[in-house]
């Protein structure tokens, strides 16, 4: 049996030889740690790289990412989706600052108590910034341990069992270093796709590789077929004007701006949304306009998505018949409202 202490050296002088430069590997700052760590969820490095460049400039410390609205971090985190993270950020922060001097709790168990923080991240905050010997699992070390012991449990079920692993492995006086090497190593080395087993100095020790079945692992149940969800947006214009509505809470893009929407389990034949649009706007509108079919991927949901340019009556008030309706002078004016991508992309090709 290899012992752990091997296993975590071999890592470690290959983080010192591979390590990427990134700026939040150059600090112990509790905040930038967390902010680095809540954005890379989900999320590639490369991706990620410009919101936490945009977020230390806006908000360059907890009290000024407490201070600041929900609009204004929405907005600083569109285009990067799983909107919720965003939303518990800010109340993190808030949180943070209130009952906290504006200071992170300095140990994992401490940590969970927070909005948003979860057994990894609390790991990363107590290992990177209070050298507490607690493992950092993600996705990486994920297929790194499983390959490395060729371990058949489903990651999806089994993640008690990795962190024990991993635990077993993390070295007592470097555990930061360790984590962001293991974390390293799975990004770079022992790729997720054709590794390149022939300059891995784990190799020797890796059983997956011995019996040749790298592919196989780690073990992941198939994910939940997406829902598939039929979009009808009514974007409604006078004059100049354009109408706008923060999305309400319980569903997706809680508080993300778009428009008045009518949603079915199919499409509607155009005659139909004419109809319905009437009943919710109290009177007719003039049809200008219906966008071809966007597709939006989102991770458990599909969306089907038509445009319906619609100009109603100019005596309607249309404020006063739906709640939280906003008028825009302009189209351009929807530019300052955080707004989910597919709103971004529709108003940039057929209004800029």
């Not at 009518?262 to 306009?289: C, T, Y």
């Amino acid at each position: 049996m290899v012992e752990p202490s091997e296993i975590s050296a071999g890592i470690l002088q290959w983080y010192e030889k591979f390590k990427r430069d990134l700026p939040w590997r150059k600090t112990t700052d509790p905040y930038k740690i967390w902010l680095s760590e809540i954005i890379l969820q989900q999320t590639r490095v490369n991706q990620g790289l410009p919101y936490y460049h945009k977020f230390t400039e806006l908000f360059p410390d907890i009290y000024a990412l407490s201070a600041a609205s929900e609009k204004e971090v929405l907005k600083a985190w569109e285009g990067l989706g799983y909107y919720s993270r965003a939303r518990n950020l800010h109340q993190c922060a808030k949180i943070i600052c209130e009952k906290h001097g504006g200071f992170f709790p300095n140990s994992y168990q401490k940590l969970l108590d927070l909005p948003g923080i979860g057994p990894y991240t609390a790991a990363a905050i107590a290992s990177f910034c209070y050298n507490e010997p607690v493992a950092v699992v993600d996705g990486n070390v994920f297929r790194v341990l499983a390959r490395l012991y060729a371990i058949d449990a489903d990651i999806r079920v089994s993640q008690k069992l990795f962190r024990e692993i991993a635990q077993q492995l993390i070295p007592h006086d470097t555990p930061g270093t360790f984590n962001q090497a293991i974390m390293e190593f799975g990004a770079l080395q022992c790729t997720p796709q054709s590794p390149d087993c022939g300059s891995c100095p784990l190799q020797v020790h890796c059983l997956a590789r011995k019996a040749g079945k790298q592919d196989r692992y780690p073990v992941k149940s198939p994910a939940k077929k997406a829902r598939k969800r039929y979009f009808h947006y009514l974007v409604l214009t006078q004059d100049e004007n354009i109408y706008m509505r923060p999305r309400p809470s319980g569903d997706i893009w809680q508080g993300l701006y778009d428009f008045p929407l009518i949603e079915k389990e199919e499409f509607m034949k155009d005659d139909d949304l004419l109809h319905a649009a009437e009943q919710l706007l109290s009177g007719p509108s003039i049809l200008q306009d219906v966008s071809a079919v966007y597709e939006h991927q989102l991770s458990h949901q599909k969306l089907h998505v038509r445009f319906y340019r619609l100009k109603p009556h100019k005596n309607m008030k249309l404020s006063d018949l739906m709640d939280n309706l906003i008028c825009l002078d302009n189209p351009e004016q929807a530019g300052s409202l955080p707004k989910p991508v597919l709103i971004t992309r529709y108003l940039n090709e057929h209004f800029f």
